[in-house]
């Protein structure tokens, strides 16, 4: 019971990266019905970054922010604060600037040619990780503190660490927050307005191109992020780790419905639960298998995923 | 060539192959009347690429290696130049023909060289399985061993049966979920052949029990080895890596095959109904094409070919292993047929071969002459996939159709005999120049899935 | 082509009973017989139990204004929809057909192959194949050959694509399209697509031709043309046509029999000129339509 509880932690700590970057795919579906397969690259590009900003230079960093378990906690959140906006901001530029050099000149070619584009992006970017971070995984040293913080409540059989608390701190509120402004602003009423018919949209005055180019920046962003949290968390990161990653993320995507901003946490958080649980009671090797097993399951028995789609109509 | 010339029976059959072989002489001395630059440059160009590997590895290579560097291919690379020629020519089929996009198509190949290495290695004899026939072997050798030129067709029809079986659950989907679907299978069957190797399940079933207990069925990461190499028997010539560019030409007959069985496939019946699939599928089932069995054939079919490159992968290499199969070969060879020309047969070969070349051999070239003469400057094999991003990239841009797409389909109607439809035409032939979308491609795009609502099958 | 009336009797065809309204021509004498068909989308009910038949050898015309149920209506004689309840039958055998509580339909190719051919409201050519291999397709329900003969050029695969050629040709010539054979479809001027897609549906060798809008988009003079053209096709290959059209000037002057559809529900059904006086079409439907023609004119 203690060991299913302790997977199913580690499988939300997982769900969570995978929703983060699982909302950039399910977004520019939905808004230009493009398998974005660069996604996952830009969230590696994302990871690489915040090594390179984080690591320190005698294993091939900048060490800029160079953060070890020794900071100071104060200290320590300011420069990880540092390094999310920086990590951010520039995985949010390159995902407007892909979109504008892969995608908008092929708006309204035939629909093979985007996705062919994106996997010749998805390609650029994988040698870019490759020229800046090396044929090898890099590393980090774990910066939290190991410390069990249900130890505090008595119980010891089952941990949860500060990085597991961490990967919650970062990214629930940013799942809230895209919520909120595809639900609530003006410029995310554009998007689900674009999402729904982009003539109309453009007719009754819809900035669409600008809308998309916010579309493909919020996704960056938060690919950006989840890159961020994958590397504290993980304390791990490689040039192709974009591939295996963006196929899960995709697949929680669809797994929720693709297009849905909800279904996408929803498949994600229990896409983490199917990682976990494999890697603890199958066998880690057959796990990537699994993912795929329930992502065709789902396309073949039901292709609009468990919340159908409410982003956009169309797929 | 009229109906009634045509008898029945094989004698007819056979009689209609000889004056097809005596019209490619007079086809020929028609091509070098009416377009004769054309003819003598792509007459030369087919026996450049036909003597090429003799010649290159008989006096090339050794020029190139004591005088003046050259990045000329070697024996292996031509030899996987004709793999990958009969592979793009199978992805031509499922995604150039019938338009389905297929991003997993490496399993075809994977599974067509665990064919092989199942069908012609030691690899059972830990089971006790030791079984010989026609097999380039020593009696008494343990292990499964039958021969490349048996190999070949069992490998063709297992793999596809799988074609068809992983075609099957996806007849409904369309446009990039069929892309992810075959993407997830091409990533599942290389797992499946790295992971299966210890076994251990009992299955009772009725008076049929199976046990085993950590059996090792794929080799598991190290794969399976020794395979055995294609053996001609009278010439007394085994295809391996040592017979020099012997199995090129071994690689050109079975490309050669493949290019017959496609283009008798791509000028038939079938071939219109794929096409007409790919056009517009709904229309076509309206117009009584038979949609999950034109689209099953197309998966089983272009599977098939990936069946003979896997296996002739596996007997040359003389090993197999899961590594060789991953997403990045799908990519590869749909590449090529993109760069060559997506429905074009001669296109995706052109493409293959370019690929191969450009992959093995000029790349590391330029990489060797860097190395050489300006150290200082990176090595460019290290921008392998950079290269490969971009041409996508500006391809995608600037030449969707790629370098030879399809053309207007001439020859055909000449071949049978109604050249008079040519002569009363008033408009020239080559009318594909101002298309702008590659064919497979409906301007409006593919949608997901079949209209289900009235609301999206209004302009029905 | 001289343009006979609704009565041609040329050589061939039966004489068409007086009256052609659904329910009361014989069973024998019918091509389509369609009971109680309703199809409903979730809470749509797009066609509401309607009956219809379609004599042999008719020219009938299915008329409504925009979403009246009438391309749902053809969608399912020809297969693409299952109908929510009902029966169609087409030559005796059945399209649409309850078995137990299930409706049972056949597929699309099935129905192509029993002999109906149809044409689309926007037309759906396959754009990069030829004019001829377009018609080739159509003609590939009726064809014998397997793969494997493709592979092989058996002897019986080659003469069958000789004859498909030979066919093939008659019918583009039929439409006067035989000098564009090799022209790629999505290359033809508009009417050329028009009358190849109706050469594509006579490959499939119907005994029922469905034109959803054969005269969208056309003037005048195309639009006469059209319907003589229909005409001939009765009276030379003998025929039968089912008709969805706008354009009034066409449904009155070619017709043998109009129904109307209004909501998903026959609202009238009759002779042309019947039709038009019936004050219920007038209000559902013709007012508004007959200004539209005449503004158009």
Redo the contacts between chains.
Sequence with gaps: MDQLIQTLIIGLANGLIFALVALGYTLVYGIIELINFAHGDVFMIGSVISYGLIAPKSSGGLGIFEITSGTPAPLMVIQILAVLVITVGLTALLNVAIERVAYRPLRNAPKLAPLISAIGMSFVLQNIGLIFAGPNQRTIDNIFPTTNLLSYFGINSVQLTVSQVFVGVVTVPLLFALTWFVAKTRQGRAMRATAQDPATAGLMGVDVNRTIAITFLIGGALAGAAGVVQILYNNVTVWNLGFRFGLNSFTAAVLGGIGNLKGAVLGALILGQVNALSDRYLQANWTNALVFAVLIAILVFRPTGLLGQQLADRA | MTASTIGTGPGAWFRHIGSTVAGLGQAYRAGLRDRPKRTVALSVLVAVLLLYPYVAHTWLAAFSRNVFPLPLPDDTVETFMTIFAIMAIGLNIVAGFAGLLDLGYVAFYAIGAYVAAFLASPHWATLGLNFIFLGNVDQGTPGVHLPFWIVVPVAVIVVATFGALLGAPTLRLRGDYLAIVTLGFGEIVPLVFKNLSQVTLSVVLGPLKISMDRVDLTGGVQGINPIDSPFLPFLNIKFDARAGFLPVYLGIFLLLIAVLVARNLEHSRIGRAWMAIREDETAAEMMGVNTVRTKLLAFALGASFAGIAGAYQASYLGATTSDFFDFSTSILVLIMIILGGIGNIWGVIMGAITLVFVNSTLLPYIGQQVQNYAPSLPNPAQYNFLILGVTLLLMMRFRPQGFLPSRQREAELTAHGLAHVEAEMGVPLDMDNTSVAPPGQSETGMDARAPETPDEARDL | MTAQGNSAASAGQAVLPENLLTRSVDDAALLVKARGVTKA??G?T?VNNVDFDIPRGSIVSLIGPNGAGK??FF?MI?G??VATAGEITFDGQAIVTRKGNKIRSL???EV??LGI??T???I???????A??NV???L??H?K?R?W??????????????????ES?ALLELVDL???????A??LPYGDQRRLEIA??L??RPKLLLLDEPTAGMNNSETREMTDFIRKLRSEIGLTVLLIEHDMRVVMGISDRVTVLDHGEVIAEGRPAEVRANPRVIEAYLGRGAAEAQAQG
């Excluded at chain 3, 759906?124 to 030829?130: E, N, V």
């Design positions: 989308f979730g749509l797009a391309t749902t969608n020809t693409y929809y597929k699309p190719h192509t192959a051919g149809r689309f409201q926007n759906r050519l396959f754009g990069t194949m030829s001829l291999d080739r397709v159509g590939n329900v064809l050959s793969w003969d493709s592979v092989l050029r058996t002897p019986s695969m080659l003469r069958e694509e000789q004859a498909t050629i030979a040709l035989k000098d564009r054979a090799d022209t790629w999505r290359n594509r549906a490959a499939t």
